[in-house]
């Protein structure tokens, strides 16, 4: 449900009275402050060589996690 609405504003613009109130989720926070490494240029390398027209979010995002996160 959360998807589809964000799915659907992104990339417009748009007045809604609707608003999500994240705290009521109840989702767990996590501290991400390890993501704020900046990508080496071994990972840029590796993700410039990909067919910009064709890059997949989850091959972007393994690459990523392994060689930034060293997950």
Known sequence: ?????????LGSSMNSEVTINLDEL???SHNLTTL??????EVWKTISGFPSDKVPVQMVSQ????????L
């Open 63 to 70: 690459v990523v996690s392994t060689k930034c996160v060293g």
């Open 1 to 9: 449900m959360i998807f589809d609405f964000y799915n659907g504003v």
């Open 26 to 28: 109840d989702i767990a």
């Open 36 to 41: 704020e490494v900046p990508i080496t240029d």
